[in-house]
């Protein structure tokens, strides 16, 4: 089974600190992707990842930094916590081709921003 | 552009009842269209994905949805719903990167 893994579960921030949120996958994807999600608007994609090393920005990447130190591991910075960031954030691991084009979810994070 | 657009933010029916939820798209070329799940408090789950061949596609616990080109439609339902269907269900087109609709929130009523 598939696994991906998000830490911490739930953080509490204070304006202009610094929060990473980790994202561990057992998949051997090559792909890698971090969503938030806010009533209204859906899923929208922050930064994303073809592999060890790269990281692409996504739609929304302001006030985002990502980080792909390896095949496994994928995490998204923010440098200065500002309240608007506040939201349910989702890492996901995925491959394309023949009949892969699935992504396989982690259970999410919550991120108060104070 | 790609856009995926899911008609009805909510929908309520009762256990037992048929539902389906409506998924239309725009797209010009070659796309995968899957449909995930999402329960309360939860990450997304991969229901079911279609690509070519047969339009009606099966997925877990009942669920199925049909592809038309002529609509550009992917449509998910199930015959006879039970409470622990109560969730979001999004639907998505993929071809590299991948787009979700808005969702649709699912209640059962008992």
């Known amino acids: 089974e598939a696994a991906v893994t998000q830490s911490p579960r739930n953080k509490v921030a204070v304006t202009g600190g610094k929060v990473t949120l980790s994202c561990n996958q057992t998949n051997n994807h090559n792909n890698m992707y971090w969503y938030r999600q806010d009533t209204g608007h859906g899923l929208r994609l922050i930064h994303y990842s073809y592999g060890a090393g790269s990281t692409e920005k996504g739609d929304i990447p302001d006030g985002y930094k990502a980080s792909r130190p390896s095949q496994e591991n994928f995490s998204l910075i923010l440098e200065l916590a500002t309240p608007s960031q506040t939201s349910v954030y989702f890492c996901?691991?995925?491959?394309?081709?023949?009949?892969?084009?699935?992504?396989?979810f982690g259970a999410g994070t919550r991120l108060s921003v104070l | 552009t790609q856009t995926v657009s899911q008609s009805d933010a909510h929908v309520t029916v009762f256990e037992g009842d048929s539902v389906e939820l409506r998924c239309n798209y725009s797209y010009g070329g070659s796309i995968y269209l899957s449909w995930y799940i999402q329960h309360h408090g939860r990450g997304l789950q991969f229901l079911l994905k279609y690509y070519s061949g047969n339009p009606v596609v099966q997925g877990v616990n009942g669920f199925e949805a049909e592809f038309s080109k002529s609509d550009s439609s992917f449509h998910l339902r199930k015959a006879s719903v039970h409470w622990s269907d109560s969730a979001v269900y999004f639907c998505a087109v993929n071809n590299n990167r991948i787009f979700f609709g808005d969702g649709t929130q699912l209640v059962v009523k008992p």
């Open positions: 996901a691991s995925g491959d394309w081709g023949g009949s892969q084009n699935t992504l396989y």
